[in-house]
């Protein structure tokens, strides 16, 4: 009988010819019936892919022969090729849309100043050896960070990765300059960036987990320093280490425990929020404080 995985990966390392990387993905992803997305850029490829182990194991074989990919560290989960609506394999200008590529440097060994790695373990180590001089740093969208964060976390004000400049630059951290930051994201490859662009702005002693949330969780689950579930994007949306998770989400409309993530009812908004089982049926009439603005500024605008 067949078996069906999700796999998560990411390389960093130069790509001379992202078009035909791009190219040449799309037709290996095809030909195995793989569902889920890659972006390949000229600083490598981040990706996020279901289908059989055996169709999977072939596809790492295959791309793992392209010489900046060779080290690809791979995350296993459960799921398959349905958890995706399709297969998308796209051309950035940046593995991951921070919107600074003038800032970020990339050779054969991946990342130039980035954050130190910490091994999950080595994680726990730091933490129990400097105690509050050690500040755990969100590197996800703020939405992300409802369900589940690492305890004590520093969550940014941030919707997409282009905010997250912003907030550095706002000064709001600063008093952070001086403490032992571990930066940290789904896996791994937002805080690859996020951690130069920290040091960049003075943020001297600065880290990152090791393959993400997901390797802390795969070793911990929810017995370490990790508490609640995973956010993931796509269909499954939640991921559980364990079956001791805190339910950390509180619903929109009566702050029940939840962690049910609803689209906004206006079709054209991607917009998450929380909603409970018994208001569910809330965020199929009701759009979020985004739409209300937008709506509100279109009806001034016509009557002016």
């Not at 889920?36 to 074989?61: C, F, H, M, S, W």
């Not at 919107?99 to 910490?118: K, M, Q, S, T, Y």
């Not at 004590?152 to 912003?166: K, Q, S």
């Not at 911990?220 to 990790?226: A, D, I, M, Q, S």
Request: proline residues 4%.
């Amino acid at each position: 009988m067949a078996v069906d995985k999700i796999i998560l990966f990411y390389a960093f390392a130069p790509v001379a010819d992202p078009t035909a990387v791009r190219l040449w993905q799309t037709a290996l992803a095809e030909k195995l019936h793989l569902t889920g997305r890659v972006i390949v850029a000229p600083q490598g490829i981040n990706a996020t892919l279901g289908g059989r182990v055996e169709d999977l194991k072939q596809y790492l074989k295959t791309t793992r022969q392209y010489p900046g990919f060779r080290a690809l560290d791979v995350k296993w989960s459960e799921g398959s090729a349905r958890d995706f609506p399709r297969l998308s394999v796209k051309e950035r200008p940046e593995l991951v849309a921070f919107g600074a590529p003038e800032e970020i440097v990339v050779d054969a060994n991946g990342v130039v100043n980035g954050g130190r790695h910490l091994a999950p373990q080595e994680v726990n180590d730091l933490v129990e050896a400097l105690g509050e001089d050690v500040v755990f740093f969100d590197g996800r969208n703020a939405f992300e960070a409802q369900i589940g964060k690492f305890d004590g976390a520093i969550v940014p004000d941030t919707r997409t990765t282009h905010d997250f400049i912003r907030e550095l630059d706002s000064g709001k951290y600063d008093h952070l300059k001086d403490k032992h930051i571990i930066s940290y994201c789904t896996g791994g490859v937002r805080c690859e960036i996020l951690s130069v662009l920290m040091k960049n702005r003075g943020f001297d002693n600065v880290y990152q987990v090791a393959g993400g949330i997901v390797r802390y969780g795969e070793q911990f689950g929810t017995k370490g320093l990790w508490k609640g579930p995973l956010y993931v994007f796509d269909r499954r949306m939640v991921h559980h280490f364990d079956g001791e998770s805190l339910t950390l989400g509180r619903c929109t409309v009566c702050e029940a425990p939840t962690e049910q993530f609803l689209n906004c009812a206006d079709p054209g908004c991607k917009r998450l929020r929380l909603y409970c089982g018994d208001h569910a049926e809330v965020a199929q009439t009701t759009v979020c404080a985004d739409c209300t603005e937008r709506s509100a500024n279109v009806t001034y605008l016509k009557q002016q």
